[in-house]
Nanobody, 124 residues
Framework: QVQLVESGGGSVQSGGSLRLSCAAS????????MGWFRQAPGKEREGVAS??????EYADSVKGRFTISQDNAKSTMYLQMNSLKPEDTGMYYC???????????????????WGQGTQVTVSS
């Protein structure tokens, strides 16, 4: 059973930084897509960034500010968030699509395993 556990959320002022972590366990697939998603109150869940062996994908709204990475030895994925804005506020989720052999995915509808989420709040 795939398990994903996020950590690192919190409250920060506009312009600040946070790093989210996602610890993965329960699968040995080499073909996958992993990603970060967020959901603000009253809004749909949206893709933020994704990663696999083919590379990375970012939503236009976070390009140049957020960086996704992974440490395969630790089975952990990260999201470094810099220059945070109030509109980045929301619940951030880690997700995995296994198996998957193409480019990393940004659509939340295509993911089949989810973490419980971690809250990020950016104040102005």
């Amino acid at each position: 059973q795939v398990q994903l556990v996020e950590s690192g959320g919190g409250s920060v002022q506009s312009g600040g930084s946070l790093r989210l972590s996602c610890a993965a366990s329960g699968y040995t697939y080499s073909a996958y897509s992993m990603g970060w998603f967020r959901q603000a109150p009253g809004k749909e869940r949206e893709g933020v960034a994704s990663i696999n062996s083919h590379g990375t994908e970012y939503a236009d709204s976070v390009k140049g500010r957020f960086t996704i990475s992974q440490d395969n030895a630790k089975s952990t994925m990260y999201l470094q968030m810099n220059s945070l804005k109030p509109e980045d506020t929301g619940m951030y989720y880690c997700a995995a699509r296994v198996p998957w052999i193409g480019r990393p995915l940004l659509s939340p509808k295509l993911y089949n395993h989810w973490g419980q989420g971690t809250q990020v709040t950016v104040s102005s």
